[in-house]
């Protein structure tokens, strides 16, 4: 039987930063998966037996209310993991984590993955800077939703997930973007409107370009820069 190539690289940031001998023991230990759009990854309440790195894709993690209705309280590219409840040593999750974008995961089982984090301090410390920059993305995503006009809450989010793709074209929904801003479709369209009209993005159904990123990061409130800042302190 032909031995499976050795894994000595990955394009997930989270673990690229690791040295080469933490990279050594763990990348031969990862299997990659095909992350397919609309994919719930992780349900709510419900046993998490898998850990994930993306390499390619992108990811929200979505918190439901009492009433059914959902909005995002984070995003998750090649940059990070999830879920972020498995290095706090929960078995569960509280928000359901499903793919936007298709692409491609390294993962491993929790159990070998908890064992690793228990071996390694380096890892382990890196992995909880991860959970708080990702705990800090929440909180920020929180109050923009509950102070910011929305134009400039659209702008936030469209940098965050240009951040996270290649190249300039977001596939999203009308539908999935009002609830990810935990707005009325209606209310999206007016927004995104307003920035295809002043040049900044291609507004079509089913996708938006980014035209002018330095203009879209103008129009953003503060509260991606300070997400931005947080991951780069906790994870350079």
């Given amino acids: 039987m032909p031995k499976r190539a050795v894994r000595t690289t990955t394009r997930n940031t989270l673990l690229a930063a690791l040295s080469p001998e933490l990279r050594g023991v763990l990348l031969p230990k990862l299997d ?15 046993r998490n037996d898998t850990v994930y790195f993306p390499e390619s ?32 040593g929960a078995n569960t999750s509280y928000a359901e984590i499903c793919v936007h974008d298709a692409g491609t995961a390294l993962c491993m089982p929790a159990e070998p993955f908890r064992a ?30 509950g102070r910011h006009p929305l134009d400039q809450r659209l ?10 793709i290649d190249g300039n074209e977001i596939t999203i929904t009308q539908e999935t973007l009002g609830l990810m801003l935990c707005v009325y479709r209606p209310s999206v369209s007016v927004a995104a409107s307003g920035l295809q009209r002043a040049a900044i993005i291609r507004y079509q159904p089913g996708r938006i370009t ?12 503060g509260c991606y820069r300070m997400v931005a800042a947080r991951f780069r302190q906790l994870l350079g």
């Fill in 57 to 88: 894709g992108w990811l929200s993690l979505i918190a439901a209310m009492d009433d059914g209705t959902q909005g995002e309280v984070g995003c998750v590219g090649r940059e990070g993991m999830v879920p972020p409840s498995l290095i706090l």
């Fill in 155 to 164: 702008a936030r989010w469209l940098l965050m997930a240009h951040d996270r």
């Fill in 210 to 221: 980014i035209l002018d990123r330095a203009a879209l990061e103008s129009v953003a409130c």
């Fill in 116 to 145: 690793e984090m228990a071996a390694s301090p380096p890892l382990r410390a890196r992995l909880l800077r991860y959970a708080e920059a990702m705990h800090a993305q929440a909180m920020q995503i929180a109050v923009c939703n």
């Fill in 32 to 46: 990659t998966v095909p992350l397919h759009a609309r994919q719930v990854l992780v349900r709510p309440e419900t």
